[in-house]
């Protein structure tokens, strides 16, 4: 199936976008709208097909032979990448982090083990290096999370399907989400950063600069994917009022912030504000 097929018949695009209400912003007559793009697609959701995308149409183009990639054995990008190949009948390889496991080690790695991507489970040290073997040197190569130029370019469509407003608010992990955001618009893009990586985001940020960026690192609430009770407790909260679920990791951080900045009065009264809902529900 070529990508053109499958946008249209499988994925929902453009996302839908609503208003979410509470007293604590239509007080301030501020206005919240939530981008819906994990409603993209159960299994490709989020960002993950916005940072594809380009990839997969990279890939068509050329003569590769396959597509392979890089990341933990919990990984969303991984996870997308297997079943996009799956979907469009490209084989997939995945390089996993972490010699000591293999494909039953979680329900994620056995999913995609069963989609037909193949995976390499290597030591860290290999891992960083980003070493390549050499059966798949023919492969295109997506950097690790799905980082890249390409990446960052896939955000120009989300940004031309956003209606005007004063902010929008994105979550991050690798950053290439919201720097591709920031990059295809004027409007201040303000980034939650999720994770203590300070040094790689601002790596990207030298690579790929956005001037309208401004990242808030006072949510990372400590270890990756550690959801402390407080944010499980907000992101429950969160579902029974709005009915749109989110998760700790990364758009509970990123509403969770949101909302402070609103009640510490950081965000002007009558603004307009979107929030990119990235996904990561399964
Ligand atoms: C992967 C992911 C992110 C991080 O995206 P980056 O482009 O790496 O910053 C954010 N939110 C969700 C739900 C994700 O799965």
New binding site residues.
Partial sequence: MDIKNFEFNALNLPSPIEEIFDECWNSKRIQVFVKRD?LIHPII????WR?LKNYIQTFSLNDHSGILSFGGAYS??LFALAFAGHALGIPTVGIVRGEELHVTSNSYLKQINEWGMKLHFVTRSLYREKVIPYEYENYLSIPE???GSQ?IDGMNTLVNELPSCDAIY???????????IARATNVPVT?IQ?LNNQAEIENHLSDFPAANLTIDENFIFGKYAKSNADLDKFCRNFYEKHQIAI?P???GR?FYALINHIKNGHIAPESKLVAI?????K
């Fill in positions: 994990d959701s989020g960002n993950k940072k969303n990008h999370g799905g980082y990446a994105c979550a991050m992990g690798t950053g290439a989400t919201a720097i591709g980034g999720t998760e990791i990364y758009t990123m809902h990235t996904g990561g529900i």
